[in-house]
């Protein structure tokens, strides 16, 4: 729930004016705006990285008063850079929980679509990637982002513009994957289109 919540990236420079916005458990809400609008700004407000002026507030807990890790133990934040490190396809999904066994990688890997894909490569979920993950597709990395996101179990997932550096079967395809598997929970989706 936000009220009148303002935020800045530079001082004296406000790029999100006064937003109110409820989101309900089990929403989908999509923010629409052109380049510069603060729909990312909104985002890292709710992910705990910006300070703000107003209320926010997630369950009732006022987002600023609350440790940053603890928040995003509860939001999960899926960006249309998704940052894929040089290591393993599995390796990358496990940030989402260390802890994760090879059966739920490869269950979130199939969630994501990405299983037949994964299951053709030579190593399969053992294949490295490279850095930033230079080695395959945009829509493969974004999809790994997804798995990986999927894996930490978030109740409530944001979405900045996940689609937006892809080509459109690509993407289309991409946003089909998301809405599959993210059907069970929370999601803002922050799109200019």
Known sequence: RLARVSASWVPGETTLHGVDLVIEPG???????????????LAAVL???????????????????????????H????????HIFDTTI???????????DDEAVAAVLAAAQLD?????LPAQAQTTVGSF???????????????????ADRPLAILDEPT??????????????????????????ITHR
């Open 133 to 151: 993950g230079l080695t395959i597709s945009g829509g493969e990395r974004q999809r790994i982002a997804l798995a990986r996101m999927l894996l």
């Open 75 to 82: 939001v999960g934040l899926l960006t249309q850079q998704a």
């Open 27 to 41: 929403q989908r809400v999509a923010v629409v705006g052109p380049s510069g609008s603060g729909k990312s700004t």
């Open 164 to 189: 937006e550096h892809l080509d459109g079967p690509t993407a289309d395809a991409l946003t089909r994957t998301l809405s599959a598997a993210l059907r069970d929970r929370t999601v803002l989706l």
């Open 90 to 100: 599995a390796d990358n999904v496990r940030i989402g929980d260390p802890h994760a």
């Open 116 to 120: 037949d894909w994964v299951a053709a």
């Open 47 to 73: 992910m705990g990285f910006l300070p703000y002026e107003g209320s926010a507030t997630l369950s009732g807990i006022e987002l600023r008063d609350t440790d940053g890790d603890d928040l995003r133990r």
